[in-house]
């Protein structure tokens, strides 16, 4: 692969190197970007062509683009992280490469090759490699979080797919998700909203399934969650996901129970990291249907010891309670979310090279 393709326009307005540093002591999640973003554009006359880095900054859209009011629109989230060598990998991007062009096929967006997905990460990483945190600990999960995303950006009012579309990836210094960090986080069961329905777009990664989870996500404030926890749409009664996360139920006997995956849940790159890790720790990984019943019996009788969400920008986080319009679910022994920590544990060491790389997971950057 060779990011040759990519002409680079610097900025001649680089963030100073001490204010630089000052963000990435404390970035938060989301609040901040890099000097540069990596472009693509996609006619239907000419394909991908325009491969570029350039400073970062505002897009200029017509009012009229097609992404504006239909929505037409994909996104990625991946994460580079620096070694103490120095060096920055990322984690699994054929696997977000591949989720991405999955998506792109649901909106009716052009596919982009799993070699320009890569490339403009590295692309966009070999102008602003100075972004990516270095890690104070090793209970420190700072790391650059990138962004790729894809807009309809023809100026068309009629309701077809776009003839003209803008891939871009933008970087941001993140820290953990969630301010607590790995403090086990409030769920809300969202027993009126649904996320997703069948033969929707619920396995692809669009903002339409973020917006839609977002009035729930206000209901969740109010009863003072962090998240919310989505019921499918047809029966009302099979966990799915939470708004941007998957979610893992731990049994006393060493099982690990995910929703299997169909089309309202999105497949997750930690997600399917943890159903293999789990295995080196010793547990078995099932996918398989899961009810709120389920969850709600397990956590009283002690059978569900644990339940945890994962992701790229939440990584694994222990979640403390569910709470439902009929009162909360808690678990029946107030655990130290063990299997979660050590999940977590084995995944971030092998992100951040302290754990050796036997499954060629990681990509230079
Ligand atoms: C990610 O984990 O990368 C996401 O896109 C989820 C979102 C909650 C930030």
Redesign the pocket.
């Known amino acids: 692969m060779s990011t040759e393709r990519f002409s680079v326009l610097p900025t001649t307005q680089a963030t100073a190197a001490p204010i630089r540093d000052d963000i990435l002591r404390n970035p938060g999640?989301?609040r901040y970007f890099t000097d540069h973003m990596a472009h693509v554009r996609w006619t239907l006359e000419a394909g991908w062509h325009g491969h570029e880095v350039r400073p970062y900054g505002p897009l200029t859209l017509d009012p009229a683009a097609a992404v504006l009011h239909y929505g037409q629109e994909i996104?990625?989230?991946?994460k580079a992280y620096r070694h103490a060598d120095g060096s920055v990998w990322t984690f699994r991007p054929e696997k977000n490469a591949e989720r991405f062009r999955r998506s792109a096929r649901r909106l009716a967006l052009p596919e982009l090759s799993d070699e320009d997905f890569i490339d403009s990460l590295r692309a966009l990483l070999a102008q602003d490699h100075a972004w990516v945190p270095t890690p104070a600990s090793e209970a420190d999960e700072s790391s650059l979080?990138l962004?790729p995303f894809m807009i309809a950006s023809e100026t068309f009012l009629g309701v077809r797919p776009a003839h003209e579309v803008d891939y871009y990836v933008i970087a941001s210094p993140a820290a953990a998700?969630f301010k607590g960090g790995v403090k086990p986080v409030s769920i809300w069961l969202s027993s009126h909203y649904k996320r997703a329905a069948p033969g929707g777009t619920g396995f692809a990664?669009c903002g339409g399934n973020?917006a839609a989870s977002l009035a729930a996500q206000k209901e969740a404030e109010t009863h003072g969650c962090s998240q919310v926890a989505f019921l499918d749409a047809a029966e009302n009664k099979w966990i799915e996901e939470l708004?941007?996360?998957n979610l893992f139920f731990v049994f006393r006997d060493g099982r690990i129970v995910t929703p299997r995956l169909t089309d309202t849940i999105l497949e997750?790159v930690?997600r399917d990291s943890v159903l293999t890790l789990a295995q080196d720790e010793g547990l078995t990984p099932e996918e398989r249907p899961i009810s709120i019943d389920e969850w709600r019996e397990g956590a009283a009788s002690g059978e569900i010891i644990e339940v945890f969400a994962c992701?790229?920008?939440?990584v694994i986080t222990p979640v403390g309670e569910l709470v439902t319009e009929e009162g909360s679910i808690r678990l029946a022994a107030e655990g130290d979310n063990e299997v979660a920590k050590r999940l977590r544990t084995r995944l971030l060491d092998l992100q951040y090279g302290r754990s050796e790389d036997t499954r060629g997971w990681l990509t230079r950057l």
């Open positions: 999640f989301g996104f990625e989230g991946v979080y962004r998700y990664k973020y708004g941007g996360m997750g930690t992701g790229t920008a939440a």
